[in-house]
């Protein structure tokens, strides 16, 4: 079977005054969406059939939604259901009265002329105009990608949606060269040629944040609780445009220049001994994996190949004499060949040994992948 690739386009809406019918209608997709999960929590069903012929008929009664949304509401439960079935004492999901619509493409939603989007509510179609840049209007009428589902969100306010696109998966283009890529935190991403994305300006924001958090956690009202709420929201979004940019760039690089990524393969991560404890934690952290995330899924979609190396020694072998000494890396920054006197970024060092791991790496072996080591002989 072919694969598929996704991305999300968001756009935000201009709802025409039809502020009451779109509230109401998400208050009552979420208010089914949570007693179809309860109903098929208590009853113990995970069968999507079995569930859409307990709850359908019910569901449309009940809460009064047409056919295409009281769907959805039972997809959006049977989702959150399979997702927190896989955690240890899971309880049943609830959603909130602004909780997100889904909608499918054609049926609960669809594109008109001159910006417009008719949206399917609890008392028919609404037409909302859609404010889009020249970026967004580019995503969605590129023929190239499908419209599929899109979620109706309400945040602060303001309504927009969120339209799903997918794509068969591309073949993966031939390249002739590699970009090794070194991830941290200090410098969020810096590749083989020496380009560097600092990590100056998110450390200045969180810093300011995590003071704002501070400070509202003294005060500890109901008032701060909430403030807090949409400030790690805020927080959680500006570090994901951080890694949109910055994947996006990388991504960007390679295809142009007709190149496979390589970065440091992380399973196993834990277990490992090599690694610096600095390290370890910038490895945990949630905006460290969703950087390789977004890197591997923009990869895919341009059908640019990501090579994954061995971590061991990469921070500490000098690249140019091959010599791998824990001294080498003198600090955070520098790298100091304690044989041959080079000295150079760290981190780019460490990228340019990705890099040559990466070129050097047997292909895919049929007992699965070859890993090499970066090792004490001379690299070049
Ligand atoms: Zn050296």
Known sequence: MKENVIRTVCVKLDINGHNATLTDTMKMFNAAASWIAQTCWDENITNTNTAHHRVYGETRNRFGLLAQLAIHARVKAMEAIASVKKKK??????????????MDNHHSYTFKPLDQVSILTAQGRVLCKMVMGERQRTMLTDTEWENGTADLVWRQGVYYLHVTQSKEKPEEQEHNDVIGVDLGIVNIATDSDGAQFTGEQVRTVRARYKRQREELQKVNTPSAKRKLKKKSGKEHRFQSDVNHCI???????????????????????????TVRREQRYERHSWAFFQLRQFISYKADREGIAVILVDPAYTSQTCHMCGHCEKANRRT???????RCGF???????????????AVNQPM???????????DTSPLL
């Open 89 to 102: 004492d899971a309880s049943c999901p609830q959603f909130g009265p602004c909780g997100s619509v889904r």
């Open 247 to 273: 994947s996006k760039a990388l991504v960007t690089k390679a295809a142009v220049s007709r190149k496979a990524l390589a970065l440091e393969d992380l399973t196993g991560i834990r277990e490992r001994i």
């Open 364 to 374: 895919v072996s049929p007992l699965g992948r070859c890993v090499v080591r970066v």
């Open 343 to 357: 000295t150079m970024n760290a981190d780019a060092n460490a990228a340019i040994n990705i890099k040559t791991v």
């Open 332 to 338: 955070q920054s520098e790298f100091s060949c304690q």
